[in-house]
């Protein structure tokens, strides 16, 4: 089946560590997406990818860093220099970065930071 | 910049109740606008989307959304909802190629049986 797998599910971090989420896709998308969800903010963007080996920095890109070196892979790395990065990270993919493409989700990770 | 506002945080309504979601967005160009729908437990996925043409759409599970180009809005209805509707529903917009969506803040939707 065609998706997006994002990995682990639940994550834990002690402070001053920094950690990386997995997002893998296998539906040949060109644009890859990250996203942060808290409770009562919706979905905030972090960093996209339109194609392999470029990334921008999204709203909320400060203390989160990502390669794109293959298209099927986009991993998220939250550093220690994120202040607040108790979240819920959802990875993201569209055929392309024309505007109207729907974005697909992967099913998310719960990173909690002890 | 782009942005989104949805104006109901959080929706109560009884089975067989109609459902209206507010949404507005800001931006002076062309839009692609979007419904998602997060059920409980699964994946964020997509209701419809508006990108061209005839501006009220349809999407899955009964629902549908207008375009009112004058009002910056794309509200989002179903005549009649059922239990199974309860989930958390985002609105959000692309005004440019080559940049990514903007999710409004969600509305929360209990339906009771």
């Known amino acids: 089946d065609g998706g997006i797998t994002q990995s682990p599910k639940y994550l834990f971090r002690k402070e001053g560590q920094n950690v990386t989420l997995s997002c893998e896709q296998n539906?040949?998308?060109?644009?890859m997406y990250w996203y942060r969800q808290d409770p009562g903010q919706g979905l905030r963007l972090i960093y996209y990818?339109?194609?392999?080996?470029?990334?921008q920095k999204g709203d909320i890109a400060e203390g989160y860093s990502v390669s794109r070196e293959k298209k099927e892979s986009f991993p998220l790395t939250v550093t220690s220099a994120q202040k607040n990065p108790t979240a819920f990270y959802l990875c993201?993919?569209?055929?392309?970065?024309?505007?109207?493409?729907?974005?697909?989700f992967g099913p998310g990770t719960r990173l909690t930071v002890l | 910049a782009q942005s989104v506002s949805q104006h109901n945080h959080h929706v109560i309504l009884s089975e067989a109740a109609s459902l209206e979601l507010g949404c507005n967005y800001s931006?002076?160009?062309?839009?692609?606008l979007f419904w998602y729908v997060q059920y409980p437990g699964q994946h964020l996925q997509l209701l419809l989307k508006?990108?061209?043409?005839?501006?009220l759409v349809k999407g899955i599970k009964g629902f549908e959304a207008e375009f009112i180009k004058s009002k910056f809005s794309f509200n989002l209805r179903k005549p009649s909802v059922q239990w199974s509707d309860t989930a958390e529903y985002f609105c959000?917009?692309?005004?440019?190629?080559?940049?990514?969506?903007?999710f409004g803040k969600g509305t929360t939707l209990s339906v009771s049986s």
């Open positions: 993201a993919s569209s055929a392309s970065g024309a505007s109207y493409n729907e974005q697909f």
């Open positions: 539906l040949n998308h060109d644009a």
């Open positions: 990818s339109q194609i392999v080996n470029d990334f």
């Open positions: 931006y002076g160009g062309t839009v692609n």
């Open positions: 508006y990108f061209s043409g005839d501006p």
């Open positions: 959000a917009v692309n005004g440019k190629a080559g940049t990514a969506l903007i």
